[in-house]
């Protein structure tokens, strides 16, 4: 099982979009500091995640996320 995720953070307007094979996992190495790239917006939490049964799946879904297309879908999701 592979996944499409979205996670926000809790200190800035800023959102992270990725794929992975385990959600809970990506999170906590996200949240250690592992990805250099986002580290001034930890810490973060799970937004919204989709799951797949292939990684092509997940990184399709996950380029989707990234679009403007996606971009609005997610608007929609998140702020219910």
Do not use: W
């Not at 959102?15 to 592992?34: A, E, T």
């Amino acid at each position: 099982m592979y996944f499409a995720y979205v996670i926000k953070s809790q200190v800035a307007d800023f959102y992270y979009k990725g794929h992975c094979k385990d959600v809970h996992n990506r999170l906590m190495q996200h949240n250690s500091g592992l990805t250099v790239s986002i580290r001034p917006y930890l810490p973060f939490e799970l937004a919204y995640f989709e799951s797949f049964l292939t990684e092509k799946e997940a990184i399709a879904r996950e380029k989707y996320f990234k679009s403007s297309a996606g971009r609005r879908y997610l608007r929609g999701k998140l702020t219910r």
